[in-house]
């Protein structure tokens, strides 16, 4: 939506006014648009990995269930 705004012609502050970020955001956003033709929304993969995966879950589920007084150690 911000690179749509801004390429409609609207100035960084009416497209902050008109989706309600910051300038500072709009800015950041179009310009790492402009740089990479990439907005921040289609990062994929960003952030921390999972410690746990899917069956880990389960297990730590089933775990909790069996005795929910039990301690850590």
Excluded: H, N
Aim: net charge positive; hydrophobic share 35%.
């Amino acid at each position: 939506m911000v690179v749509g705004a801004r390429r409609a012609g609207l100035s960084i502050s009416e497209t902050a006014d008109l989706l309600g970020f910051s300038r500072t955001t709009i800015s950041r956003v179009y310009r790492e648009w402009s740089e990479k033709e990439k907005t921040p929304s289609e990062r994929q993969f960003c952030g921390r990995k999972c410690l746990v995966d899917a069956r880990g879950q389960r297990r730590m589920g089933r775990l909790v269930r069996a005795d929910r007084k039990a301690t850590v150690t």
